[in-house]
């Protein structure tokens, strides 16, 4: 895997720490522990899912991209409504808060990954002469 992804992963990572610490700080939400394994559990998704789709996509195989990427788009959803559901099962404060946290993360992580995917997919069709349309 490529390390600059890992690199922005982590930096992304923390400017999204250093948000949910401010805005725990200032609204005084109960079981803050949520916020951070939700922020956690998303960083080490980002990291596998990553290293799925950096496989996916130096695959020369066009059904090995296809199912790569989608694949990892479709698991980062299933995991994320499951852990959702957990928090709905478990916690006894089913706090709106959270919720909207939980799915602005779940956006922004989404958009990173595309966004890197993006990015890796320009650079090897510029690296791929045969591959580019005329």
């Known amino acids: 895997m490529d390390l600059k992804f890992i690199g922005k992963l982590i930096g992304l990572t923390v400017i999204l720490a250093l948000a949910t610490a401010a805005f725990l700080h200032f609204n005084k939400v109960e079981e803050e522990f949520w916020f951070w394994g939700a922020l956690i559990f ?8 990553g290293w799925r789709s950096h496989k996916a996509v130096v695959s020369e195989s066009n ?4 199912t790569g990427v989608m694949g990892g788009t479709g698991l980062r959803m299933l995991f994320s409504i499951v852990f959702l559901a957990i928090y709905l099962f478990i916690s006894e404060i089913k706090a709106t808060s959270f919720i909207v946290y939980y799915l602005f993360l779940y956006l922004f992580y989404t958009m990173f990954e595309i966004s890197q995917l993006v990015h890796k997919l320009r650079a090897e069709k ?3 002469v045969d591959n580019a349309t005329p």
């Open 42 to 49: 998303y960083a080490i998704a980002g990291i596998l899912i």
């Open 63 to 66: 059904s090995a991209f296809f």
């Open 126 to 128: 510029q690296t791929k």
